[in-house]
């Protein structure tokens, strides 16, 4: 089964997500709150996707960081990350990071969505 880290997601927002991962990609999903708690998930675990927000809801740190640390290194640089935000322009701050595009909160349970997860995910 395909494994996904949603990171920096509040609760309903990681609820929402991990239905539309388990439904219509039939893969787990797991959380992760900050960098340290990324970092750790990725070490200690093997995903095939990793979902970043924006702004961490916990602390509000930034997920372009996190995007950029993972993508720094080597171990996971292959493993695609995309970042949830509505603005275009931070959509592609992380691609430039190494990012593939990602998706807005407000389209998350969109049929576009389940497509874009699928493909990263099959």
Do not use: W
Not at 40 to 54: A, H, I, M
Not at 72 to 83: A, N, W, Y
Request: with cysteine.
């Amino acid at each position: 089964m395909k494994r996904v880290l949603d990171v920096g997601n509040c609760s309903a927002d990681h609820a929402t997500i991990r239905d539309v991962v388990e439904t219509h990609c039939d893969a787990k999903v797991d959380s992760a709150d900050n960098l340290a708690q990324t970092m750790v998930k990725l070490t200690t675990e093997t995903y095939d996707l990793v979902l970043v927000n924006r702004i961490m809801d916990r602390d509000g740190s930034s997920g372009l960081e996190i995007i950029n640390t993972i993508k720094q290194d080597d171990r996971f640089r292959e493993v695609p990350v995309m970042l949830i935000t509505n603005y275009d322009e931070y959509q592609q701050k992380a691609i430039a990071a190494g990012a593939v595009r990602g998706f807005g909160k407000s389209s998350v349970d969109s049929n576009e969505t389940a497509r874009l997860l699928k493909s990263h995910l099959t």
